[in-house]
């Protein structure tokens, strides 16, 4: 684009500060109007910066997110009703359907004006050759015959693994526990002398804390441990016949959907767009099935397989092989979501119950949020919470404290690869947190620390400018290290949003202000009574909510404790109902009921 008089362009699409920079040092005047959904562009109120989401009023948010749910299931009914379509593939199309509202999402926020005139799409490039960071502006802007595409290499990635670097080998054992060391030694073990003792296999392709218990009890009743870890083999596409069918059974379906919320030009690109995007995720799919057909031996050995998250196409292509071969499916609980969260239900056709022989929960409200599935086929089994989860509590015998407050924040962006969950966009998430830090925290009589969500796919490649909120007396707590390692370093406990993150501190005995938010992952009803009852529950649509968070946590450490106290009973029907059913013992009767039931 040498060529290119960047001094000439009036409207741009861009989400990078660094890249925008780069442009007005090549002559892009600072009249141009910058369209951007990147909370670090928008901060500063530029009267030149555009939110290209302000189209999304918590009204008309609501009305989209609430709705894709049942937009999956009608998608799913009408690919399930074609002769020779499999169940999976019914299910991953409607997987596929849920994926379609990141598109529809964007191209609503689109005016005619958008469509018709001259407009710069400044995309970029990271380290990593990642595509993450760019909007798909240059699909569904493709009818606009003036649309520029300039793409810029960013200096730096701000991206980075979640570690467990700094973390002492004493808190690393205190948390996995032996059934970890068991669990690795029978891995390696059987990874060396894979012919040799047992008859029996546990199969598993990805791990959690409760997957690897029962791998662990298994272990140690005969099964050998096999961890599936294959290379994408060649490509299989899948058939023509089929995917034209489906495109007729749903074509009227994802037009209709797309007509409610974009221009009446764009409905056509719209669909063009997610068809493409649905015959490259049938094709990958078809290419898992291929390559698990050729992992997962025939042998007469008794086999099972223990899956996390298998909603993903591989997961949907290792579940069918297996189901085929007569290998029973165990599904496993992610984290305490679905039985406490009001906005789940939007990814309802990833759940575990859809896609294996038994899904295994902590805990009954788990169990029952699950079998409301649309898609639900499994049988099911209350486990409880794994070890590692209860031993949480065993922290508050470490003395280690370094600051009496802990804001354990579970601020995350969506940007262009996350859920919805929510009814925010992304630059209303930053003020909703910046609020929080600046109206109450910094207000405080106590030393803060902010927790950092441990995000290990960066929304944007700019840092995230609420940080630089975290002033005063709070401390920032900013490497990727995950909450679970650092408990017994604080007293008290703030956190907010209906997600995993509460289990885990749930668990810890500390006490724990939870704020509920109307428009970030609300909690359910039954949950919002129970944690009222056990927790400090603060919602953010009460009218003095920073006010009363205010004045709580200004309290003594010690009062605060003693209010705790008196919610015991409270907090541990909280616990039994929407957390761990039992207080031990999960992986060893998880694996008693496998080898009853299932083997």
Known sequence: MTNLDFSKINNVFCDSKEALDWAYSNGLPKSAVIYTSSPAILWDGDVYIRNIQEFWDVEKFHKFQSSIKNFSEEIFDSVKSIRGVD????????????????????????????????????????????????????????????????????????????????????????????????????????????????????????????????????????????????????????????????????????????????????????????????????????????????????????????????????????????????????????????????????????????????????????????????????????????????????????????????????????????????????FEKAKWEHNLLIKVFRKLPHRVRYKKYPEENSRYPDPDPVMGSVKGNIEMYDEKVDMRFLMGQHQVIVTSEATSTIGWLMLSGYPIIFINSRHEGPLLGNAYESFKKGLFLFDDNDEFFYDKLRVFLSKSIEEIQELWKDKKDSREQTVKEFFSLYSYGAGTRTAKMILKDYL
């Open 87 to 426: 169940y999976r593939d019914a299910l991953r199309v409607a997987k596929s359907s849920v994926f379609y509202h990141r598109i529809l999402y964007k191209a609503a926020c689109l005016s005619k004006m958008h469509l018709m005139e001259e407009i710069l799409l400044l995309n970029v490039k990271d380290s990593n050759d990642s595509n993450k960071f760019n909007a798909p502006w240059d699909k569904i802007l493709k009818i606009n015959k003036k649309l520029i595409l300039v793409e810029y290499e960013l200096k730096s990635s701000i991206s980075s693994p979640i570690t467990t670097k700094g973390v002492s080998h004493k808190t690393r054992f205190l948390v996995g526990g032996f059934e970890t060391l068991i669990y690795r030694f029978f891995m390696y073990f059987y990874k060396i002398f894979p012919f040799i003792f047992s008859h029996k296999k546990v199969l598993i392709h990805n791990e959690n804390e409760l997957i690897i218990e029962t791998a662990a009890a298994l272990a140690l009743r005969g099964f050998q441990l096999k961890k599936l870890t294959p290379l994408k083999g060649d490509q299989s596409d899948y058939s023509e016949d089929k995917f034209s069918e489906i495109c007729q059974a749903i074509n009227g379906l994802v037009k209709k959907r797309a007509s409610e919320w974009v221009e009446e030009s764009l409905i056509h690109q719209i669909e063009e767009i997610y068809f493409n995007e649905l015959k490259r995720r049938l094709n990958s799919y078809e290419t898992w099935r291929t390559t698990w057909k050729k992992l997962i031996d025939s042998s007469k050995k008794k086999s099972v397989l223990l899956i996390n998250s298998p909603g993903t196409g591989k997961g949907l292509a290792l579940t069918d092989t297996c189901t085929k071969k007569n290998i029973p499916v165990m599904s496993f609980q992610h984290g305490v979501t679905k039985e406490i969260c009001l906005s789940h239900s939007e990814i309802s056709a990833g759940y575990e119950i859809n896609s294996s022989d038994c899904f295994i929960g902590y805990n009954k409200n788990s169990i029952e949020a699950a079998r409301l599935s649309h898609f639900a086929i499994a049988n099911t089994f209350v486990s409880g919470m794994s070890a590692r989860h209860l031993r949480m509590k065993n922290f508050k015998t470490i003395k280690k404290i370094t600051l009496p407050i802990v804001y354990v924040s579970t601020h995350l962006y969506k940007g262009n690869i996350g859920a919805f969950n929510t009814n925010m966009t992304d």
